[in-house]
Every structure is written in C-alpha cells, then in structure tokens.
C-alpha cells in the first residue's frame, strides 16, 4: 500500500464524537511504553503523525486519522502503567471499551507487544477480553530489532506456547521494527486486503 496522504481528524473522549462511520477504521492499542507511536509512524511514512514521548501514557484520547482519504488509523490510549492518577486510567477504560464495543466500521484492533519481553499477564487479559467479545484483533511484535533473530524467535515461541493455552488457533500476527520498517508491508497489505471487504452499510 503506497500512502498519499496521512491526515488527523479529531482528538476526543466521546466515543459519539468519532468521525461518521463510512469508512473501515483499524485501531492501534498496547501496553504503555510498547512503541505505538512509532510504529504508526513507521506504518504512514510520516515521521510525526503520532507524537512520541519518553513519558509512559502519553496518548490519553482516540485519536483518529484519515489514510489516503480512505480509511481511519485510531491510536488509543495504551494500557497498563502509566504515570496518571487512577481515576484517569479508570476512565481511559471506560472509554477504550465503548469505543472498542460500539464502532461498527472497526474492522481489526491491532495490539501491539513488546518483543523484548516474557508474555505479560495484563497482554494477555486484553486478548482474552478481545476474543470474549468477538472482537477480530492482530498481534503486533514491536522493537524487534533490539533481540537478536535466535532471541525474538524464542520469545515469539513462548507467546504462541501461552496463548495456545487458550487459543486453538492463533490469530494473526505481524513481527515489526519502527527502525527498519520490518513488517511494513505485511501490516498494509492486511489493512488493504481487510478494507476491500468493508460495506459501509
């Protein structure tokens, strides 16, 4: 997929307020810190589309942008730790679940994990969650190019071992690198080939 264009539309924490749903939307979600916006950086070719911040939960809205006039990329808040009062990530849950729940042009939540590290229990949770609802979700395996290929392997392994645990089959996932735009490819042609079966009614 070439991107001609790569636009944000609205920033909001009213699920009402997203933009009319008449074209397919993929959402990008993770464990704060995961690397989600570079990685939609890397995906847009546009090196300040999503801001990047050193600071854990930084992004706290739905924020939806427009890809070549087409579909909408929505970055979500991430999950997990981040350095905010509890009654804000209380109410980045209750958000993140309407929208999650209630878009009905969402076509694919992408949930991105952190290679580097061992299955996380609050990953998991989310995917179980996903599945419970029926909603269709990808894995995406970021910063791989800090392991090595025997190290990414091995912990590709250990995730597939543990979600095989609940899964009989294991749905789709993308091995990425912000740095290299590995995966890149993949990605878009997932996004291309989902979109094309989209009926805005």
Known sequence: MVIHSADFVISNTDVSLCPDPKLPEYAFIGRSNVGKSSLINMLT???????ISGRPGKTQLINHFIINKEWYLVDLPGYGYAKTSK???????VFIEEYLLTRKNLLNTF??????LDPQKIDIEFMEWCA???LPFSMVFTKTDKLSAVELDKNIAKYKREMLKQ????PPYFVTSSVSAKG???VMGYIA???????PK
Do not use: P
Not at 45 to 51: G, M, T
């Open 167 to 170: 899964w009989e089959v294991l």
């Open 132 to 134: 419970t609802e029926g």
């Open 111 to 116: 949930i991105l994990i952190d290679s580097r």
């Open 193 to 199: 080939g989902i979109s094309e079966l989209f009926d």
């Open 184 to 186: 890149r490819d993949e």
């Open 45 to 51: 070719n546009h090196k300040k589309l999503a801001k």
């Open 87 to 93: 009654s804000n990530r209380k109410k980045w849950g």
